[in-house]
């Protein structure tokens, strides 16, 4: 039993904290929206499996050094493991105080790590590391902005807003940088249909995490530096802008893909990288619409929080389905096999 149960922790998939983040994210977007009793429940279902699936993280990589090793030096995979960084940096913000502190030890141990990885990335061929550029590799973004958002919730005092300040700028050029790297990607290597995966979205939930960092930190402006303020909230308010603008193409992509090119919509994982950017975005637009720093028009920024929780559901019923329709398949191939023996 103990060898089956560590067997199942090293075929662990690095990204596999990404219905956390999504299921987190969602809850506070609801939060926001005023459906206290949804959210709830979402913030319950977030950290009842992101326990498990920490501890199982952990006995990988203390049991199975060279799996983990060797994620580490995959550019296809080594992105996947921030989603850790971003599911304890979101549960964090909503988290009792010393829970908090202790997710964010974990958010920032683990992107420090994570960070030193990916510098070692550039020892590999370029040319082999630039073809797998995808929307993955913004949850480096994303995990740091994690931070950001929450030092502004656990340590809204000077020295540490000063340093989710210092945080929250570095996280601009990494996105501008990563952008970059994805840009060049799909000009010289475009991807076939069935590798346009929907972990692009995460473009936007970087912009808007951005965003929302940027937001909060706004929130506090009274303790940050002076010529700092107008320079943030010119910033946030261009992010978003930016965030908004990536929405249409994203859809267009969606569309493109399965209806132009009748790839099947199946559960894949990735399509909780579509499920946190819409309620990363919810957030952030109704942070920045609490403030007065937008207008949304017609559009009553709350909605968008619904709009995110019915992709909540609409994954998560393709995840329970998918894995239903696996069990059969294994369940039918294994009598199959259970008749040919006799």
């Known amino acids: 039993m103990g060898a089956r149960l560590s067997e199942r922790c090293r075929e662990l998939p690095p990204a596999c904290f990404a219905p956390v983040m999504a299921t987190g994210i ?22 009842a499996l992101y326990v498990p699936l920490l501890a199982a993280a952990g006995v990988k990589a203390a049991v199975h050094r060279r799996t983990v090793r060797a994620e580490l030096r ?3 995979r080594l992105f996947g493991h921030y989603t ?18 202790a ?8 992107w420090a790590g994570l960070a030193r990885a990916t510098v070692r990335l550039r020892r590999a061929e370029p040319d082999a590391v630039l073809r797998r550029a995808d929307g993955i590799w ?7 902005q994690a931070i950001v958002l929450t030092l502004t919730s656990l340590a809204p005092t000077r020295p540490g ?9 570095a996280g601009l050029p990494l996105y501008a940088g990563t952008l970059a790297l994805v840009l060049r990607r799909l000009r010289h290597h475009p991807p076939r249909p069935a590798q346009a ?13 951005s965003t929302l960092a940027g937001a909060r930190l706004l929130g506090h402006e009274e303790l940050l530096p002076g010529p700092a303020r107008g320079l943030v909230g010119g910033t946030v308010v261009a992010l978003w802008v930016w965030a908004t603008v990536l929405i249409p193409p994203l859809v267009t992509a969606g569309v493109w893909r399965h209806l132009r090119h009748r790839v099947p919509f199946a559960y894949e994982p990735t399509l909780w990288c579509v499920v946190f950017p819409l309620g990363m975005y919810a957030t952030a637009t109704a942070q920045l619409a609490g403030e007065h720093r937008i207008d949304t028009g017609a559009l009553p920024h709350g909605l968008l929080a619904w709009l995110a929780l019915s992709a909540w559901l609409a994954v998560g019923a393709r995840c329970l389905t998918g894995r239903a329709a696996g069990g059969a398949r294994r369940g039918a191939a294994g009598g199959a096999a259970g008749g040919a023996a006799v």
């Open 138 to 144: 913004f949850l480096a973004t994303v995990g740091l």
């Open 84 to 101: 850790l960084v971003a599911a304890s940096g979101v549960l964090a913000g909503e988290a009792a105080r010393i829970a908090g502190w």
């Open 103 to 110: 997710l964010l030890a974990v958010a920032v141990v683990v």
């Open 74 to 76: 995959d550019p296809g």
């Open 161 to 169: 807003l000063a340093v989710a300040l210092v945080l929250w700028g």
């Open 197 to 209: 995966l929907p972990s692009y979205w995460v473009t936007m939930g970087a912009a808007a995490i």
């Open 26 to 47: 969602v809850s506070r977007a609801l939060g926001q929206a005023g459906a206290h009793a949804v959210s709830g429940v979402l913030f319950g279902l977030a950290a």
